[in-house]
């Protein structure tokens, strides 16, 4: 499938700024040229993912699409037990129904926004315990996305077990880069949840991903096919949340997996009132065929590859101009570091936001901030939560754009960076909703 690409001014997109409240999600996307905001929902299908969406049952329940579904998820990821829902955020809402009470606490790394938005809304507490070498975007590690044991094992020690009802690693780690978790932090991890009794679950947005990056980077894995390093890796899980927005390369789609008879059971109730019966939980048939058969490419060593490189392909023109990234690269985005790039804005106006504007208005490249817009107030002090690093996420639909569409972006942003001691004012909110608010922040220039 090819789309047009629109061209447009800078005083146009100046204009279009302002009336989107600077807000990038607000512009509509015949004003982007291109488009970077996220590797959700975004992907190309394939030529067998469209034929496969002609073939969907659309029976209400036991279609044979939710057996595709069934089969695919038996055979790349070892569970007996899923509920398909319409995306990451809904598998969540419904597991977690299952599993959080008020004043329950969830360790992990670095949780993305939703999973920490549907813990919070419950009353419960997300804590973080990612290695803290996360936090050093120059220094290398291979795994930046792994947790660090020490934090855990404190955390689990000092805290009533009956408070934790799950350790989950998010895979890869969005929001430290898009960084991988190593087989090794899955299985140390795993073992301090047994010792603790605890169960272990994975948010697998970009499981594949992080096999890739296993394979590239562990020892002993290096000759191994991706599907044997995603079995093993999921070996260790208990149960799983999945956005199929990312790795199983669909438009729309979710599901959970588990090992437990009970929990499904259990899950069930909440799919149905949540999501749709059981058998389709949200989703068309075709829309399962298509799921099932993405789950099959998106574990196909080549295709990672290229996909991978890509997304280093543009990091590495970045690196070439002076401008500072989270590294290694991470797999579906570069993440660049906005406080290095633009030092005289001050943190109250929103650094990373103020970059993401800056590269839209310079070349219509839209990203996205993943800084103090998205990490919401204090859910008690009401107060901004400064994160440790602002981010600019420039992240990588899949099969979509050239290397070419590479090399304009990191130009873009390279004029953004040689004028970047003019830019010393950021944001001030207008408007701002309780959570989440970076999806429909307002804001005027500070
Ligand atoms: N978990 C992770 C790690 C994610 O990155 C996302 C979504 C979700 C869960 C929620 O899934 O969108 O299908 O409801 N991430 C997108 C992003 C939105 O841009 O990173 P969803």
């Known amino acids: 499938m090819v789309e047009p690409l629109g061209r447009s001014s800078r005083e146009e997109r100046e204009l279009w700024m302002k009336e989107a409240s600077y807000n990038l999600f607000n512009l509509s996307s015949d004003k982007v040229f291109v488009d970077l905001l996220t590797d959700s929902g975004t992907g190309a299908m394939s030529d067998r993912q469209w034929s496969a969406l002609m073939m969907g049952d659309e029976s209400y329940a036991g279609a044979a699409s939710y057996f595709k579904m069934k089969q695919a998820i038996s055979e790349i990821l070892g569970f007996d037990y ?31 926004d939703t999973t920490k938005g549907h813990i919070e809304f419950r009353k419960a507490m997300a804590v973080d315990c990612t290695i803290d070498e996360a936090l050093e975007p120059a220094r290398y590690h291979p795994f930046k996305g792994n947790i660090d044991p020490g934090k855990l094992e404190d955390f689990l020690r000092l805290n009533p077990v009956e408070r934790i009802p799950f350790i989950i690693i998010t895979l890869t780690c969005n929001t430290s880069g898009g960084q991988p978790v190593s087989m090794q932090n899955i299985r140390e991890v795993k073992s301090i949840a047994d010792k603790y009794g605890i169960p272990l679950i994975f948010d697998a947005a970009r499981f594949a991903e992080n096999a890739y990056f296993i394979r590239e980077r562990e020892d002993g894995y290096a000759d191994r096919p991706i599907r044997q390093i995603v079995r093993e890796m999921f070996s260790y899980a208990d149960a799983m949340t999945m956005s199929s927005k990312k790795d ?14 009970e929990l499904f059971r259990h899950a069930s109730v909440f799919n149905i009132m949540f999501e749709g019966y059981i058998t389709y939980g949200g989703m068309s048939g075709r829309d399962m065929n298509a799921l099932a058969q993405g789950l099959y490419e998106g574990t196909e060593y080549d295709y990672l590859d290229t996909r991978i490189r890509q997304v280093a392909y543009l990091g590495e023109r970045l690196k070439h101009f002076g401008i500072q990234c989270q590294e290694p690269f991470g797999g579906h985005a570069i993440f660049v570091d906005a406080r290095h790039f633009l030092p005289h804005v001050p943190r109250e106006e929103y650094v990373a936001q103020t970059l ?23 859910p008690v002090t009401r107060q901004n939560r400064y994160p440790a690093l602002e981010f600019l996420r420039l992240a990588i639909p899949r099969r979509v754009y050239t290397n070419n569409h590479m090399e304009y972006t990191a130009i873009a942003l390279a004029n953004v960076f040689e004028r970047r001691e003019q830019i010393s004012k950021g944001f001030r909110i207008v408007r701002e909703a309780p959570i989440m608010r970076h999806f429909t922040v307002e804001l005027e220039r500070a």
């Open 82 to 112: 899923f509920l398909p829902t319409h995306q990451g955020r809904a598998a969540e809402n419904v597991l977690f129904s299952v599993l959080i009470k008020e004043g329950d606490m969830i360790p992990g790394n670095a949780h993305f």
């Open 356 to 378: 993401a504007v800056e590269l839209y208005i310079e070349g219509g490249v839209r990203g996205v901030e993943i800084g103090t817009l998205l990490a919401d107030r204090d």
């Open 248 to 261: 199983a390369i669909v438009n729309m789609g979710g599901f959970i997996a588990m090992r437990s008879h």
